[in-house]
Each structure stands twice: as C-alpha cells, then as structure tokens.
C-alpha cells in the first residue's frame, strides 16, 4: 500500500475511544483526559519537547486545573503548518458516564450521556497522530491541540496563542457528527447577566411600599415577548435566538423581592443584529425597572453585564481549508457538505486568530442528551480523513 493512502488500526481506534469516554473530565477538570493524550502520545514516539500544556487555567479561573494540551509535530518536509483540533471537555449530564458497545453504536449504560462531545473528536486525533508516528508518514509541521472548557463558552480556545500553536496557515477542528460536512460558519454568542434592584418591605403590612423586582422582571421578559426579542427572533433586520436560563433571588416570602438575579444569552450569525438584539433586550429591563413603582413613585433599577463570548465566523467556500478538506474527502469517498452551525464552536476563536478553521464531524450524535452516541463507522471515517489531512500536508495548498 502506498504511504500517502495508509489508514490508522481500527482496534486502536476503538481502544482509544473506550478509554477516553471511560475517563471524568466536566469543564475544568480536564487534567486526566489531558495525562491520558499525553502519555498515549509519548508511547507512540512523540519526543518529551513537543507536549506543553499553555496557561489557559490561570486566565480563565474559575478553578480550571489544567490549561490548554499543545503537542507540535516537527514537519517531516518543509511546509506550512496545520493545526488539529478537539475539546477535551464535556457536560455535566455526562457525569459518571459508563460507555458501551451496542451493535454498530457506542451509548451510554445508564441515564448519562455519553460524553462522544467531545472525547470522539479527541480519539480521532490521537489516532491519527499515532498512525503518523507509527508508519512513519511523511507530513508537514502539524501542531495538536486539546482545548480545556469549551463547554463553557469556549474558554480554552479564547485564551490559545496563536503562537504557542506555532502560527498554523489553517486548521481543522474535530468535534460534530456526519462525516462528509464541512462547518464553515458558526453563531456568535452573547451572555448577560442582570441584576434587578427593587425595594423590600413587609409583604403583609405595607406591600404597597415595596418595588418587587419579580415584578420588573414579569414585565421585562413580557416586553421580550412582545417585541418579538424572545427565542427563535425573526426580524426585518436579521436573524437569532434568545434565552434566559438561570433566574436565582429570594429569601422570605414576607418580604417583598429586592433583588433578582438572571443570566440569559443571545445568538446571531450577523454581528451587527446580534448587538442590536442584546441592547434591545438591556432595553426592556430598563424599561421595565421604570415601570414598575411603589405608592410614592420610586422605582426600581437594573445591573446589565454584557460578556461577548464569540463572535460569528463565516469562512468564504473557496477558502484553501475548505477547498483542501473537500479535496481530501473526495479522494476517500465522501460527499462534503458545507453546512453552519447554530452552536458555538472552538473554530470560532481560532479562526478569529487568524488560523482559518473548519469543523468536521467524528461520528457523535445527539450531544448534551441522555440518547447521545457515537456511530462506530462515521467515527473511523473521521480517524481515517484526520491522518488524510494530517500526512497529504495540504500539498499543492500550502506554500513552504
Ligand atoms: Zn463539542
């Protein structure tokens, strides 16, 4: 068999897989998910030098325990560099997740989900790195990166170097399903936070003092709703979505509610619409807060804190990463689809750095589900068009 057409071990595929889903790792706590690469790598030949682990943890706080994982590959020839991708983190519905074969699928034995979000896209990988190493494939300088608390709002791949990476020309970032697509595009995120100021007074002696903020808040999320700024928004002016998804506040239920807490998020694929669309809803808690008043006319405020966590990417179809993918798939007999995601990826962060990135599948499904799974044959698809990319170099594509 030629060298350039060599395919990667499908026990070891597997075996990668297995111990990968079989190891904890929510967001932050990613340090043994990150030894088990490392180590896995270090036995299949990487040198010592090559593995650094970058100081995202310290950026992010939040108690993280490890940073980003770096493995660069010194380039067999002279060309530019490629960057591989995957997040080592997954959800909290994955917490205690046992992995099992089930016919041509890998699930979940219990109630959790699988946790294939993102430990398929980081198995691929590993495979491939280790099919490079271990037939001693030609290929360019490659740099592997394991992003820590993606999960959270990309926050591993927010804080990456675009030359602790080592400056790649492009990337490819493995974390989704159908092997054949091509994610081009992504959403861009806002989230917020609220803090809803009223005035507290007894409940039963004089409520008519009080400013409930559970109140301003009734009328904020209505004045969502009626200005069309809730869920799936459709205007004249672009596209998104909108949710608030954690309300906290309270203490008594004779007291009337002073402080409210609410933390929410609006997407957009348009940037200018996804700005229009936070302040529109800042708007209608300031509106609100005006509104409601106790029975001397004082009212209410609001603590608005807005955090961008991405910004929307479109990469142009005739970009050299989607042409050289789509190139690559063909030659292995898949049928590439350009599609966008509605979901924030880390290609977002990286190809905002100026390492244009693609997102492609590595055979999981139904992420963040209890029914998540990883369908076997799409997930050696993945492996094998990971070593495609990784030992063709990007030839013909990629100047030296
Ligand atoms: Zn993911």
Redesign the pocket.
């Given at each position: 068999m030629n060298k350039r057409s060599s395919t990667i071990r499908k026990e070891l595929a597997l075996a990668n897989l297995m111990d990968l889903l079989k190891i904890g790792g929510l967001s932050g706590h990613e340090a043994a998910v990150a030894g088990y690469v490392a180590r896995s790598l270090r036995k299949a030949g990487a040198k010592k030098h090559w593995i650094t682990c970058d100081n995202a943890h310290k950026k992010i706080g939040c108690g993280f325990e490890a940073g980003n994982l770096i493995v660069k590959f010194p380039g067999t020839h002279r060309a530019a560099r490629l960057l591989f991708s995957a997040?080592l983190d997954t959800v909290p519905l994955c917490r205690g997740a046992v992995p099992i074969r089930r016919g041509h699928r890998i699930v979940a034995k219990g109630e959790t989900a699988l946790g294939g979000?993102?430990r398929a896209?980081v198995a691929c990988l590993l495979t491939a790195a280790q099919a490079l190493m271990q037939d001693d494939l030609p290929h360019p300088p490659l740099t592997f990166l394991f992003t820590v608390g993606?999960?959270l709002g990309l926050a591993g791949a927010r804080h990456v170097s675009a030359r602790a990476l080592g400056y790649p020309a492009m990337g490819f970032n493995f974390?989704g399903g159908n092997s054949g697509d091509i994610i081009v595009g992504a959403v861009g995120a806002d989230r917020w936070e609220i803090e809803v100021f009223g005035l507290s007074a007894h409940a039963g002696v004089c409520p008519e003092r009080g400013v409930s903020a559970a109140l301003i808040a009734g009328e904020a999320l209505s004045l969502m709703k009626k200005r069309s700024l809730w869920g799936k928004i459709k205007h004249q002016h672009g596209r998104g979505t909108s949710n608030i998804g954690i309300i906290r506040g309270g203490e008594a239920t004779n007291q009337v509610l002073d402080r409210l807490y609410l933390k929410g998020e609006s997407r957009s694929h348009d940037l200018k619409f996804l700005s229009t669309l936070t302040s529109r809803i800042e708007q209608c808690f300031v509106e609100a807060a005006h509104s409601v008043t106790n029975d001397q006319g004082k009212h209410g405020y609001i603590q608005f804190t807005l955090h961008r966590n991405y910004e929307p990417y479109r990469l142009d179809p005739t970009a050299p990463v989607v042409a050289y993918t789509a190139s690559v798939m063909r030659a292995l007999g898949f049928k590439p689809k350009m599609q966008i995601s509605d979901g924030g990826l880390d290609s977002s962060c990286l190809t905002a750095k100026g390492i244009p990135t693609v997102t492609l599948g590595s055979g999981n499904h139904m992420?963040h589900h209890p029914g998540e799974y990883i369908a076997v044959k799409e997930y050696l698809d993945a492996c094998n068009l990971a070593l495609a990319l990784a030992a063709s170099g990007g030839k013909g594509l990629c100047r030296a």
């Open positions: 997040h979000d993102n896209g993606e999960e974390d992420p």
